[in-house]
């Protein structure tokens, strides 16, 4: 195996400065929600600008600290990403870029693959991965239900894994060594909490668009959208719900289908991100319904979803930053490749939530927020 090579002082300067810059991370998440709150906008700016500091502090040090290791003559790591999409779509065509970027000025070698959300194909690249003996293993999850196996077989190989954009289940993260992405629950929180406030106790029948079926990410979206309005609005009534399987047709069908079955019930529309979402609004506006007089959410602000919020069809949209995505689950291979973290998830670092921040006609446009695929 072709492990690195450094010394002491700097490989303890990187998992520091990592683990600075993780923590400002999840500082950024919790100041956002914290922001919800008008009671107490003065100290939300204020530490909103702790935390700006605090990041570009955390940066400037994992900076120094690669830095320092390539000048004690590291060698580098081998490592396999395996990808269940890439430049194919264009959430992979902003993940890519960040994600290699990371690896370089770490020393990382990578390995991508794509299985196309295919489970077999993903397994047999993973039987690959493992048998080249690399220092360390990236995996996004095709479908949680059929990873486990992967695993298994990285960790009896004593191979760090680090899972990224969609989580593994949670009887199987004992078998890896650490999270980034999206908190995806919270996503469909965050997106119920808006339709709530919309609907303002009117009673308000809806469907529900969800992801593609054994996906995580899918599974965890829609249950946190459906379990928030039951919490939070039960005047809200989910009439129906249908996988879109992240394909704006193929959400159109679906949206199409429940519309009717549920002819003159339905006023508002969730959908697990944009692309599906666009595809239900098409939907709405084939059927004759008025768009602008549903009660419409998503998750993504996306180049497709982005315009939709700022002409008043998509109420709201939940940001996700496909960027963020692909550089941390380099900075979290590397905390698992240099001991910062440990299999099983037993320190606070080995969860790394991405912001985010909920876009509405009153941000579409700002910068923070700007659409990234």
């Known amino acids: 195996m072709r492990r690195s090579r450094v010394t002491f002082a700097a490989s303890v300067l990187a998992a520091a400065a990592l683990t600075l810059a993780a923590c400002g991370g999840s500082d950024d998440s919790s100041s956002a929600d914290s922001g919800s709150d008008d009671t107490a906008s003065e100290e939300v700016v204020e530490d909103d600008a702790a935390d700006d500091a605090a990041d570009e502090a955390a940066d400037e040090a994992a900076d120094d600290a690669a830095d320092e290791a390539a000048d004690a003559g590291s060698e580098t790591y081998e490592v396999y990403a395996l990808l269940p999409q890439g430049n194919d779509q264009p959430y992979g065509t902003t993940y890519l870029p960040p994600m290699e970027a990371k690896a370089a000025e770490l020393g990382i070698n990578l390995t991508i693959t794509n299985s196309e959300y295919d489970a077999d194909k993903q397994a047999s690249e993973c039987e690959v991965a493992v048998a080249a003996q690399p220092d360390g293993i990236i995996l996004w999850p095709a479908v949680a239900d059929s990873i486990r196996p992967c695993l298994q077989a990285a960790n009896d190989a004593g191979i760090p894994v680090w899972i990224t954009n969609a989580d593994v289940n949670p009887e ?106 666009a595809g239900a609004i098409d939907a709405a506006k084939a059927q004759g319904l008025d768009v602008d007089g549903l009660i419409i959410t998503s998750i993504g602000n996306t180049f497709l979803g982005n315009p939709l919020v700022a002409s008043g069809e998509l109420d709201g949209t939940v940001f996700q930053s496909s960027s963020w995505d692909g550089e941390n689950a380099v900075v979290g291979i590397y905390r698992a490749m240099t001991g910062d973290t440990q299999l099983g998830r037993d320190d606070d670092g080995s969860v790394l939530y991405m912001p985010n921040p909920v876009v509405t006609i009153d941000n579409w446009d700002s910068p923070d927020v700007a659409p990234e695929w």
């Open 172 to 277: 199987d993260t004992d078998l890896t060594y650490g999270y980034s992405g999206t908190d995806s629950y919270g996503q469909g929180a965050a997106s119920a909490e808006m339709f709530c406030e919309f609907a303002d106790g009117k009673e308000i029948g809806a469907i529900q668009v969800n992801g593609l079926t054994g996906n995580s990410v899918a599974t965890l979206r829609g249950n946190g959208f459906s379990e928030t309005v039951a919490e939070l609005c039960p005047n809200v009534t989910i009439l129906a719900e249908q996988p879109g399987n992240w394909n704006k047709d193929e959400s159109q069908l679906a949206a199409s289908e429940m519309l009717t079955a549920n002819q003159g019930k339905v006023q508002g529309i969730y959908a697990a991100d944009d692309t599906m979402v």
